[in-house]
């Protein structure tokens, strides 16, 4: 069998990876994307303690998980579509308005 | 080693391959691309660990709906390849070694911790869709409506702020 | 079946109810209905403190006590709303309810024309509200508070007529000086509950009433909780040496003089000290502390009296040197005589005060006795009240104090510790108490008048002014009589009532009723000496003679208000100028404020610049935070991992 | 050898079986194309293609040449990496998504290996599938988007919004069959319609409302007309697939073809029992059905056959008819072999007349407009297909009670 704590560093990668992502791109779209990586690294996790402790509650973590971020999803791109009709670009180093 | 330990490997190289393309990639729906490929390559992983009807979720819900409304609104905003300015000194020098010490330190303290954890076994009786309804509709029924709730909101959210204002 | 007794919380409820009414909604109401609030209110608590006897006696005179709520609770200290009802309460409680209505009706009349009018009352249903809560508390928390409530009241009426800067000094003297003494009060409570772990009457008392009593001259714990105690009662009951604000707080409104400063608050050191009275017993030291300090007063404010030209003064320095008769009467163990005096000085001192105040009234506002004169004809209600109150304070059978003052002259006579001096002093004092009364009488309606017509119109005082004042002069006549049949052998009804709670306390009463009978001939001698002097001196033509000698020292009131500014105000003043302001204030606190104000600007203008507005940045900060919180929550796994030491 | 097989077994006989499915499904397809044609030919009053071969049954043949040797030019500038992905992201998924579909009731052995009738057999077949047709979605799209041709762009972009939104009622009209069954294995939903009283046990008449609405919006996920905006031909040319030629255009074809199956099947296990015969078990009778329909029908080919106007269709046409009422005396001669041929048999003749349906469809309706399409999709058939839920457990709950 694969030991738990395969699983759990391979989500710590794959969360770790995220944040690369994250910091790294600049495409709007891109970092988003990063986000859902981060948050599907994180339901890796939980699927995994809840297969290992014989609990089912992980998995409708998981399920929770998904709904936000399906509702995330929806939300921020309408955001990213407004910004990207209003500032011309997706580049997020263009969007510097936040700053006195 | 065993067949299920080979195919861990293998998915768990295909998702970490695909998260690094996905860094690695200029264009937006390659990303997008690889990022399905990584939740395709966890879909199998649930399998493996027996939580099918999660994996089923998470290919129909995070691959057939969120990873095609990023692909559509990429197809909508006719989004072209990403230029890489680097007007952050702060993230292009501190950035990425910053998020490697933060994977390094989970990665670490799982190591640590986890080592005595029994192994992720498939066990039937545990992921019976059955089993999930029940406990999402006895214990954890106030979180479900919540969620439903969310979604309405967000509904709601990504209506008024798509439409355009006339 | 006590209806009453069970809410007993009414009765004080119902003035601070009137008080909040009248002072919250009365500043557009016309006088009459800010008068129906007022009366209304005192009126029917005076009509359930009655109920409330009537119900003590049909209930055998059982001492009642109820706790209605928990007020502070702190481990295991414990202060509650609880009221008590004892024969002591009920003779404060009628006083306070009656003579206070009585006054309110007076108001009525005398602040017709002022301004305020509200205001005046709502103060005045406060004061009664707090009077009420003091002689009803149950435990010396409570007590305290009806205690400084009534400071605070009489501090507001003192400085009603706050424009006048006299005024509200007056009003901020008495409020100072009295601090002074419920320091004094406070180290007292807290010496007993740190002695006795609980401030209930009930508990303490007994606790002590089982304790060895301390002897002569011995310091102990009791003596100085009660010496403390005393000091409180000292400033409250303007004793030596904090009698100084009382002469100033004549600044108030007459009827204010009359109710608080003459009828109820001023003898609260009294009802405390009578309250109390186990303790003094078990401490004689204090006791004969209290009886010295008492005497003293006594006479020393009776010779400032002599030649006070303000008839508002005359009669505060009387007020004076009466309290301190009811503490000598305390001190020398006669709490019934004292608690008796307390009574008919109520009666007779507010008569005097009501009928001042219809004389000044009728003069337009004129206090100096040499402005007056030859005002019997002219207002004869008023002048045969102000004759029955001087009768009676000069202690002339029938009248109240005749039975009250003698009590305690010979209860001083009987006491230990050379009790005869006392007497004397005492004796002495009441000549010239009679003396200065009778002066004021005769300067203020006898002789020719001393005041032009044409700028003033004398005239009685309507009804709602003279009415009270006959119910008082008829008190004062008739408020003795209770203990009258002790004269011929008879017993002391006043003294059997109050006999359940002072008991075994009472020490007086021993010695014959020759001496007794004598005694009291000495004081009525003492009584007719002063009045001839004041006959002589004063019945024919006088005019006022420059003040020459032990006269001016006397006028002004032995320079003790000087010396206090010297010895006390002034280096108190200097310290607050040039160290706690100076030096701590600027120097400490507005540096701190002004100090941290300039280091958050500092700061802010360094960090301003992490805000560039590029969200990458933004993200790489997330970043920092993120990696904080996780080395803080993983720290205990991971610093063996960090130092690479391997399990 | 055969001990070497039954080693290998529980590797060889699913190969095998994927390659047999794979080539019938092919098969299948090509001739589907061929029935499409002639239908709407006969119903437009044409004859459709009849010059290769006869009847034109050679016709699927000659287009399967032609795409294999036809030139395949790559458009300028496109997305290389996602303009050869996408039909074989396409075609893998529809072929994928006939893995978990059972084609029968028996379990038979060989090799010693014991296996049944359809590749795999997974008690959450409906989630794969389900899984699978999402995944269909992309396709569609990338084809559309990698084209770099903006008709091409416009189908991907109406077929990946009306994919989504219809997927949505796919999915919730066939929940009031899974209230029903309890089960998300198609076998076990099967085997539930199988409770006694023949055809009235199938969920079809339970759910009508249900089956309604997932038929449409199968239609709608396969792309078929009325629903076929991707790639309505007179407003973009030819949709997503406008750069695509040959092979990989093929994929698109065969993918497309291959789905409209999968729903077919999909429908008839769903609502319509599966394998199940419509008629009660004691009807032996009925047993001879499938010989009833071939002899017939084989000598009608061999009577029709002789008169054909060339020699090829005079050799070819007897030969076929007369092995198809061979096929039927031998059903009639061998009863295990009848018995065995039972499911499939009723199985494919459901199946066969949902995909005439789709033909006829095309046949006769027009296309909507897309906001028509939007609005029907999102503002009818989903309400409807939520109402049919709730009604459904309502009446569940209160038959428990």
Redesign the interface.
């Known amino acids: 069998?694969?030991?738990?704590?395969?699983?759990?560093?391979?989500s710590?990668?794959?969360?770790?990876?995220?944040?690369?992502?994250?910091?790294?791109?600049?495409?709007i779209?891109?970092?988003?994307?990063?986000i859902?990586?981060m948050l599907?690294a994180v339901?890796?996790a939980f699927?995994?303690?809840?297969?290992?402790?014989?609990k089912?509650?992980g998995?409708?973590f998981?399920?929770?998980v998904?709904?936000?971020?399906?509702?995330?999803?929806?939300?921020g791109?309408?955001?990213?579509?407004?910004t990207?009709r209003n500032r011309r670009s997706?580049?997020?180093?263009?969007?510097?308005?936040?700053?006195? | 080693m065993s067949a299920s330990l080979v195919i861990f490997f293998l998915l768990a190289a295909l998702a970490v391959m695909a998260a690094i393309s996905l860094i690695a990639q200029r264009h937006p729906i390659h990303s997008a691309l690889s990022l399905i490929v990584v939740m395709v390559a966890l879909a199998g992983l649930y399998l493996l660990m027996g939580a099918e009807f999660v994996a089923a979720v998470q290919i129909i819900v995070y691959g057939g709906a969120i990873m095609v409304l990023f692909i559509f609104v990429i197809m909508l905003l006719n989004a072209e390849a990403e230029e890489r300015t680097n007007f952050s000194k702060l993230a292009t020098y501190a950035g990425i070694p910053l998020a490697l010490a933060i994977a390094g330190f989970i990665a670490a303290a799982i190591a640590r911790s986890s080592g005595s954890l029994p192994a992720a076994e498939p066990s039937g009786a545990l992921t019976s869709t059955k089993t999930l309804s029940m406990l999402l509709f006895s214990d954890f029924v106030y979180p479900f409506e919540l969620t439903s709730f969310l979604i309405l909101v967000a509904i709601l959210g990504a209506i008024v702020l798509a439409q355009r204002e006339n | 079946m006590q209806p009453l007794l069970d809410h007993l919380w009414i009765i004080p409820l119902l003035p601070l109810l009137g008080s909040a009414v009248s002072g919250l909604f009365g500043k557009t109401w016309p006088n009459k209905i800010v008068n129906g609030v007022a009366l209304g209110s005192t009126g029917l608590s005076f009509a359930f403190a009655l109920e409330a006897v009537r119900e003590f006696f049909v209930g055998g005179q059982q001492p009642f006590r109820k706790e209605f709520f928990d007020w502070i609770i702190a481990g295991n200290f414990r202060a509650g709303f609880d009221l008590q009802l004892d024969q002591l309460t009920v003779v404060m409680l009628l006083v306070v309810t009656g003579v206070g209505f009585l006054i309110h009706i007076y108001s009525t009349g005398y602040m017709a024309h002022e301004g305020g009018y509200y205001r005046f009352f709502s103060y005045l249903n406060l004061f009664m509200f707090f009077m009420l809560i003091l002689v009803l508390a149950a435990n010396f928390v409570l007590l305290f508070v009806g205690w400084e409530g009534v400071g605070l009241c009489s501090y507001l009426l003192i400085g009603f007529y706050f424009l006048r800067k006299s005024a509200s000094d007056a009003g901020k003297k008495a409020f100072i000086v009295n601090r002074i003494g419920d320091f004094g009060f406070m180290l007292g409570m807290f010496l007993l509950f740190r002695t006795f772990h609980t401030l209930d009457f009930s508990v303490v008392f007994k606790q002590v009433a089982e304790l060895q009593p301390e002897a002569m001259g011995q310091f102990g714990t009791l003596t100085v909780a009660a010496l403390l105690l005393f000091v409180g009662a000292t400033g409250k009951s303007a004793q030596i040496p904090l009698y100084v604000w009382l002469p100033d707080a004549m600044e108030g409104p007459t009827p204010v003089s009359a109710l608080i400063h003459a009828a109820t608050m001023v003898t609260a050191g009294v009802y405390v000290v009578a309250r109390s009275h186990i303790l003094y017993t078990h401490a004689p030291t204090a006791m004969y502390v209290v009886a010295i300090v008492g005497c003293a007063t006594a006479f020393f404010a009776a010779t400032i009296g002599l030649v006070q030209s303000d008839i508002k003064k005359v009669l505060a320095y009387s007020t004076v040197s009466q309290l301190g008769y009811m503490f000598l009467g305390c001190g020398v163990g006669a709490f019934s005589a004292g608690i008796f005096h307390l009574m008919t000085h109520a009666f007779f001192k507010a008569l005097l005060f009501l009928s001042a105040g219809s004389v000044i009234h009728a003069m337009g506002g004129e206090q100096d006795m040499w402005h007056m004169g030859g005002l019997s004809k002219k207002i004869k209600v008023t002048f045969w009240c102000m004759l029955f109150g001087t009768i009676a304070i000069a202690g002339f059978p029938p009248f109240a104090a005749f039975f009250s003052k003698d009590a305690i002259l010979f209860s001083a006579y009987n006491y230990d510790y050379n009790g005869k001096v006392l007497y004397g002093v005492g004796l002495f004092a009441a000549i010239m108490t009679s003396f200065y009364m009778f002066r004021l009488v005769w300067l203020t309606f006898f002789g020719e008048q001393r005041c032009d017509e044409h700028h003033v119109h004398v005239h009685e005082s309507p009804k709602n002014m003279t009415v009270p004042l006959m119910i008082l002069a008829v008190l004062s006549l008739v408020g003795g009589w209770v203990a009258a049949p002790a004269l011929w052998g008879g017993k002391d009804y006043f003294a059997e009532f109050l006999s359940p709670v002072f008991g075994a306390a009472e020490t007086a009463g021993e010695g014959s009723a020759s001496l007794e009978h004598a005694l009291s001939l000495v004081a009525v001698v003492a009584a007719a000496a002063g009045l001839l002097v004041a006959w002589r001196m004063y019945s024919a033509k006088v005019k006022r003679g420059p003040s020459t000698g032990f006269h001016k020292i006397l006028y002004n009131k032995y320079y003790v208000d000087e010396l206090y500014q010297a010895v006390v105000v002034g280096p108190l003043t200097w310290l607050s100028r040039n160290v706690l302001w100076k030096i701590v204030d600027v120097g400490v606190i507005d540096a701190a404020v002004n100090g941290i104000a300039t280091g958050t600007t500092a700061v802010g203008d360094t960090v301003r610049h992490t805000q560039s507005g590029n969200t990458r940045s933004y993200a790489v900060w997330v970043l920092v935070g993120a990696l904080v919180v996780i080395a803080i929550i993983f720290w205990p796994i991971l610093h063996p991992a960090l130092f690479g030491v391997v399990r | 050898m055969s001990d070497f097989l039954t080693k290998y077994a529980f590797l060889i006989v699913p190969i095998l079986k994927v390659v047999i499915l794979v080539f019938i499904v092919l098969t299948v397809d090509a001739y589907l194309t061929w029935l499409e044609r002639k239908v709407i030919a006969h119903i437009q009053a044409r004859w459709g293609p009849h010059r290769v071969g006869p009847h034109g049954l050679l016709q699927p043949l000659a287009d399967g040449v032609k795409f294999i040797f036809k030139e395949d030019p790559l458009p300028a500038n496109v997305d290389k990496v996602a303009y050869f992905l996408a039909p074989f992201i396409a075609l893998m998924l529809a072929l994928t998504s006939l893995a978990v579909i059972p084609f029968g009731p028996q379990k038979f052995t060989i090799f010693g290996y014991e296996t049944h009738v359809g590749i795999a057999d997974v008690n959450i077949s409906l989630l794969v599938l389900f899984a699978i047709t999402a995944l269909g979605v992309y396709g569609v799209a990338l084809a559309g988007w990698a084209s770099n041709n903006k008709y091409s762009l416009l189908g991907g972009l109406r077929s990946s919004a009306q994919m989504i939104s219809y997927e949505l009622t796919l999915t919730l009209s066939v929940v009031g069959v899974l209230l029903l069954a309890g089960d998300f294995s198609l076998r076990g939903i099967v085997e539930h319609q199988s409770a006694g009283k023949g055809v009235l046990s199938w969920y079809v008449f339970p759910q009508i409302i249900g089956f309604l609405c997932f038929y449409i919006a199968a239609i709608a996920e396969t792309n078929r007309v009325p629903f076929d905006l991707p790639e309505a031909e007179s407003e973009l040319v030819a949709g997503f697939h406008t750069e695509y030629a040959s092979m990989k255009f093929a994929m698109f074809f065969i993918a497309e073809y291959t789905s409209m199956i999968t729903v077919s099947c999909l429908a008839t296990i769903l609502f319509f029992g599966g394998w199940l015969s419509p008629f009660p078990d004691s009807w032996t009778f009925t047993h001879y059905l499938p010989s009833a329909l071939l002899i017939p029908f084989g000598l009608w080919v061999v009577f029709d056959g002789i008169r054909y106007e060339n020699l090829f269709g005079r050799i070819m046409l007897p030969g076929v008819g007369s092995a198809l009422a061979v096929i039927g005396f031998a059903l009639i001669v061998f009863p295990t072999l009848n018995a065995i041929i039972q499911g499939p048999f009723w199985f494919l003749a459901k199946v066969f007349t949902f995909l005439f349906v789709y033909i006829w469809m095309r046949g006769t309706l027009p296309r909507f407009r897309y906001d028509q399409l939007m609005s029907f999709g999102w503002k009818f058939l989903l309400p409807v297909s939520i109402a049919n839920v709730v009604l459904t457990s309502v009446v569940i709950l209160w038959r428990m009670h």
Do not use: C
Request: hydrophobic share 65%; charged share 10%.
């Open positions: 069998m694969v030991p738990t704590n395969y699983y759990l560093i391979l710590a990668v794959l969360f770790g990876l995220g944040i690369v992502a994250f910091v790294f791109k600049r495409n779209i891109t970092i988003f994307m990063a859902e990586l599907n339901n890796l699927v995994a303690f809840s297969q290992s402790w014989q089912p509650d998995e409708v998981v399920l929770f998904i709904v936000v971020a399906a509702a995330e999803a929806a939300v791109l309408g955001i990213i579509i407004l990207a997706l580049n997020v180093e263009r969007v510097d308005l936040l700053k006195l």
